[in-house]
């Protein structure tokens, strides 16, 4: 009984074994594998087969290497580390990477070939892959392109840089070329990735992709709304297309003269405070809100505001605040420059005025006096001494 219950145990343990095998992906053996058993090649060109000789759990061994079934007229290479070879030795739960380089003659014609890779060991241990190999005509370029960010935001003064990524989906090298497509006064141009040079076009290899950068640079009238921008790629008869957008917010403009849109205040007089009238404008397409005043004025000067904060200017509107302005008393007759400026929320307006200082009716009747009396003491001086 208990030998019978021993032997019943052993049955279903045996049972189980392949299960728990499966369950542990517990593989054993040598194989050869590829990612893409059958092909597509064109008569007179060259293309290779990426292969690798896998060892699961089997010693160390030297494994030859061969490709049977090759048509007439064709050429098969096997290369490892980009050499020929003729046999490998992949370690212990190791594979070794080989590539198979197919020659096919233009003469080749249409159909499906189908090659064999084996690799033989020693001991009698060997594994074959076949390999299916269609013949097709020359496959037409294909193109993509796209934006990871096609959508960007700022001012009329920024400039809009956008990543394009253009990927070659075609089975050949080509040189592709780029054009960008915006509105009328938009300046664009594209560079490289990581680089400031231009550029107009890009070779890239069969399956790959590479990068560029489109930069675009709205012009100052540019209105605040949203702008479409294309970029389209070509090589020989294929292209791509992808849309983008820019959109530029408002953003205020100031200026600043006088009521006559002048720059510059006349006939002020040395030592004395004089008003004058200036006008900030806003030329932008936002509002300009808590516009300060602030002026640099010649050494000795003074120039203060009134009021020194305009609370909010419209687009295309303007409004007036008052300086008033004070000469030195020392100050000769001529002109002097003085800055003035308008700043809001980062957009500052800067101009310089010119300030003509007249000489003072005071200074004028004082020199005067000053040669009415010199006159009369030289008369007097002269009667005094000329009856001598």
Known sequence: MRASLLALVSTAFLAAAPAIAADTKDVKGLFLLTDYPAMSVQPGTTSTVALRLQNYGLSPERYSLSVGDVPAGWSATLLGGGQPVAAAMPATDASVSLQLRLEVPATAGSGTKTLTVKAEGQGGTSVTLPIAVTLTKELPAKLKVEAPLPAL????????????????????????????????????????????????????????????????????????????????????????????????????????????????????????????????TNTGTAPADSVELAATPPTGWKIEFNPKTIDRIDPGKDAEVQAEITPTATSLAGDYQASMRATSRGEQASTQFRLGVVTSNTWIMTGAGVIGVAVLFMVGAVARFGRR
């Open 153 to 280: 935001r700022g001012t009329p003064k920024s400039t809009f840089d956008y990543q394009i990524t253009i990927k070659n989906d075609s089975g050949r090298n080509l040189n592709v070329s780029f054009v960008a497509d915006a509105p009328k006064y938009f300046e664009t141009n594209f560079t490289e990735n990581y680089g400031s040079q231009q550029l107009t076009s890009i070779p890239i290899d069969a399956g790959q992709s590479k990068d560029v950068k489109l930069h675009v640079r709205p012009p100052a009238i540019a209105g605040a709304q949203r702008y479409p921008v294309s970029v389209t790629v070509s090589a020989e008869d294929a292209s791509a297309k992808t849309s983008l957008s820019l959109e530029i917010v408002g953003q205020p403009q100031l200026t600043i003269s006088t009521r006559e849109g002048m720059v510059s205040a006349k006939d002020l007089v040395a030592g004395q405070s004089r008003t004058v009238p200036i006008v900030v």
